[in-house]
């Protein structure tokens, strides 16, 4: 693999995280006047008809194996993910939610290691950046000093993020089967919205048409959708097919980073020194968790390769 798409793939992974950490805004507004299925269901349906739009091409099948694989990962990245990250909120803090679901990139290590052909090496450079970016996450994330624990929340978070790491290495496998990335994206998201009908029929799905004419809340679910949804899940599966699962699941901490940074610039929130310490822990975590370090026997020194 050449180095210039190498750097595609980095540069695929921090748009859809700098994206993704700014999604809570539009979320924000958007839940004065939907629920969350509602917001989900139709971020997703307009991500679906724009990817169509993109690219009007069927993509034929390949079997049924090939076509569960599709099915997984829409029930996985699409639905199960956004559904339990949304029902945790509601049992426990956000800054708790934001911190377990960070820990996403070591699951998926793990899943990687066990289920993957194609082994990717976990040296101890990867646990270190872990360590160093869940402790700043922890800083950001509690930096007015309340943390309290909720196992009903807590739990469904944790499993967020085993979902999606479960997501990240089926999307690894079907980057393998030759496909474009827009048309398997949409076939993932196909099934993820197929997923989502039955739960609506149970969550009170009536969503009201003329707020969603309202133009401030028109641009915000445009954004979701063309961005955050079709856009993102592009680029972030083009990233795991260059740079492979692992290292583009670590790019998931930079999410809160992202966010603490658009609330200071678009919310006008104040940022604390404790948060600032832990945005410059992340990053270093990021940045460790991103190099490759090979230790040489007859040196007492590490040396680092990009």
């Known amino acids: 693999m050449t180095e210039k798409n190498v750097s595609r793939g980095h540069l695929a992974a921090f748009i859809t995280i700098f994206i993704w950490g700014t999604t809570f805004i539009s979320t924000k507004v958007l839940l004065k006047s939907f629920t969350p299925i509602e917001i989900l269901f139709i971020r997703f349906l307009i991500g679906y008809a724009a990817l169509w739009c993109v690219r009007p091409k069927f993509m034929p099948l390949r079997g049924r194996k090939q076509e569960g694989i599709f099915l997984l990962a829409g029930l996985c990245g699409i639905c199960l993910y956004y559904l339990l990250e949304n029902i945790s909120l509601t049992f426990t803090q956000a800054s708790n939610v934001g911190v377990i679901i960070s820990t996403a990139p070591f699951f998926t290590a793990i899943l990687t290691k066990l289920v993957?052909?194609?082994?990717?090496?976990?040296?101890?450079?990867?646990?270190?950046?872990?360590?160093?970016?869940?402790?700043?996450?922890?800083?950001?994330?509690?930096?007015?000093?309340?943390?309290?624990?909720?196992?009903?929340?807590?739990?469904?978070?944790?499993?967020?993020?085993?979902?999606?790491?479960?997501?990240?290495?089926?999307?690894?496998?079907?980057?393998?089967?030759?496909?474009?990335?827009?048309?398997?994206?949409?076939?993932?998201?196909?099934y993820g919205i197929m997923f989502m009908v039955p739960v609506m029929f149970f969550s009170g799905f009536r969503p009201d048409m003329k707020a969603l004419l309202v133009p401030v809340n028109l641009g915000n679910i445009l954004?979701?959708?063309?961005?955050?949804?079709?856009?993102?899940?592009?680029?972030?599966?083009?990233?795991?097919?260059?740079?492979?699962?692992?290292?583009?699941?670590?790019?998931?901490?930079?999410?809160?980073?992202?966010?603490?940074?658009?609330?200071?610039?678009?919310?006008?929130?104040?940022?604390?020194?404790?948060?600032?310490?832990?945005?410059?822990?992340?990053?270093?975590?990021?940045?460790?968790?991103?190099?490759?370090?090979?230790?040489?026997?007859?040196?007492?020194?590490?040396?680092?390769?990009?």
């Open 116 to 190: 993957s052909r194609e082994k990717e090496q976990l040296g101890l450079p990867f646990f270190l950046g872990f360590i160093a970016a869940m402790a700043g996450i922890c800083l950001i994330s509690f930096s007015d000093g309340r943390a309290s624990l909720n196992p009903t929340g807590d739990i469904l978070a944790l499993l967020a993020a085993f979902i999606w790491a479960c997501y990240s290495v089926l999307t690894k496998k079907i980057s393998g089967y030759g496909y474009s990335t827009i048309e398997t994206t949409r076939r993932v998201f196909f």
């Open 223 to 306: 954004f979701l959708g063309l961005g955050a949804s079709a856009l993102c899940f592009v680029t972030w599966n083009a990233a795991v097919r260059i740079l492979g699962a692992v290292k583009t699941s670590v790019y998931i901490y930079l999410v809160p980073v992202i966010t603490v940074t658009a609330s200071v610039l678009i919310l006008k929130e104040q940022i604390t020194l404790k948060a600032c310490i832990g945005m410059l822990l992340t990053l270093a975590g990021l940045w460790i968790s991103e190099h490759k370090w090979e230790y040489k026997r007859k040196s007492p020194c590490y040396t680092i390769n990009k």
